[in-house]
T-cell receptor, first 112, second 113 residues
């Protein structure tokens, strides 16, 4: 399968713990996006990378969230001091152009 | 910022009938409008998209229309099949900017056999 992959697929953590998610984009896609989706809603944009440069961050991305894309390949999204409100599906997408974005299966985070 | 409204929130049609989902957007600078299908437990799957320089695009049983003046676009699915049952999302973006997608709230489509 040469699509976008995300790990882990599910993560259960206790409030206050740190978590890190990984996204591997489609090979040669230089654009990478993170979105968050809560139950019954559409995905909401979090941040965007072109190669290794983080070009835009949403106001949804509080100081507890940080994303990286070293060497312009895979990306990681870290949430520090998790809160129950962070429970959601975290989606990664990649694209080769300014148009079609292809999504991965997501990481479902549950904060207890 | 951009706001995308999607209707209806749920839609139930008989197998073989057509389904239409409508979206409106607020940012007149938006120029790219994709549609995604999301099945339970999976990520959104791009099914069709349209750019602002065309008014209609068709791919087999799926078509999308765009009215830039009215700032609305629609998804049409003909000859619906049970496997079309899913949640459908419309989205809008400015391709010349950061290309972030702004999504509608989703439509849960159920095809009744």
């Amino acid at each position: 399968d040469t699509g976008v992959s995300q790990n882990p697929r599910h993560k259960i953590t206790k409030r206050g713990q740190n978590v890190t998610f990984r996204c591997d984009p489609i090979s040669e896609h230089n654009r990478l996006y993170w979105y968050r989706q809560t139950l019954g809603q559409g995905p909401e944009f979090l941040t965007y990378f072109q190669n290794e440069a983080q070009l835009e961050k949403s106001r949804l991305l509080s100081d507890r969230f940080s994303a990286e894309r070293p060497k312009g390949s895979f990306s990681t999204l870290e949430i520090q001091r998790t809160e129950q409100g962070d429970s959601a599906m975290y989606l990664c997408a990649s694209s080769l152009t300014v148009y079609e974005q292809y999504f991965g299966p997501g990481t479902r985070l549950t904060v207890t | 910022g951009e706001n995308v409204e999607q209707h209806p929130s749920t839609l139930s049609v008989q197998e073989g009938d057509s389904a239409v989902i409508k979206c409106t957007y607020s940012d007149s600078a938006s120029n790219y409008f994709p549609w995604y299908k999301q099945e339970l437990g999976k990520g959104p799957q791009l099914i069709i998209d349209i750019r602002s320089n065309v008014g209609e695009k068709k791919d087999q049983r799926i078509a999308v229309t765009l009215n830039k003046t009215a700032k609305h676009f629609s998804l049409h699915i003909t000859e619906t099949q049970p496997e079309d049952s899913a949640v459908y999302f419309c989205a809008a973006s400015r391709s010349q900017a950061a290309q972030k997608l702004v999504f509608g709230q989703g439509t849960r489509l159920t095809i009744n056999p």
